[in-house]
């Protein structure tokens, strides 16, 4: 089964270039189709039945069944097609999409919830999110400007962490990791870590 699942995902992201030709062009009189150009896939995520890929021109969906492509754009629901990264949580049937403005799509039970807190936020600079990992409850998403924790249960941001750096400076998390009682972040100022097992406040740089 793994090695089925493997193949698609290369075939699919083989074929990502090709995925606007891979649409459904009758239409009915007066309905309008998206087209967006898709030549580099920068994240893909499988999500059950569905294979999800975008860059930051395009956002398409593979389903394994139907074996068909679909494009995805705001006429789905969505609030973006600019994608940064996917990132899917089995466990919790929640798939995330960020998008290079900051914006989340977070998607459960088939309905897309639409956290647009970071997009909003008085930010100067880049509010791309570079990666997403999933810890019980919580997703981190490090960020262009440091580190975002969202509350899957509570559907809301509970912490940022933007100026951990040396002497408090911002710096940019490009991935994060957890290991036993730790969370450990590739940055722009270096290999940061951080207990996470004492409530200790992590947005006072003095503890990373």
């Excluded at 893909?44 to 679909?70: M, P």
């Excluded at 991935?175 to 972040?185: A, E, F, G, Q």
Aim: aromatic share 12%; net charge neutral.
């Amino acid at each position: 089964m793994f090695k089925y699942i493997q193949f698609y995902i290369i075939m699919f992201a083989s074929l990502f270039v090709f995925e606007a030709k891979a649409q459904n062009s009758n239409l009915a009189l007066g309905e309008w189709q998206v087209h967006t150009p898709g030549r580099i896939c920068k994240t893909i995520e499988i999500a059950d039945n569905y294979i999800y890929a975008g860059s930051e021109s395009s956002f398409v969906r593979y389903d394994l069944n139907e074996k068909s492509v679909k494009t995805l754009s705001e006429t789905d629901g969505f609030n973006g097609f600019t994608v940064s990264k996917i990132k899917y949580n089995p466990t919790r049937k929640t798939l995330i999409i960020a998008y290079t403005n900051g914006g989340v799509d977070l998607i459960k039970n088939n309905e897309i919830t639409y956290v647009s807190d970071i997009n909003r936020a008085n930010i100067i600079g880049s509010k791309k999110i570079n990666h997403i990992l999933y810890n019980n409850n919580f997703a981190y998403l490090s960020c262009a400007f440091g580190m975002v924790v969202y509350n899957l249960d509570k559907t809301e941001i509970k912490e940022t962490y933007s100026n951990i750096g040396r002497n408090g400076l911002q710096v940019e998390v490009y991935s994060s990791t957890i290991l036993n009682d730790s969370i450990y972040l590739a940055t722009s100022g270096g290999f940061m870590a951080a207990n996470i097992s004492n409530n200790s406040n992590l947005m006072d740089a003095t503890n990373w």
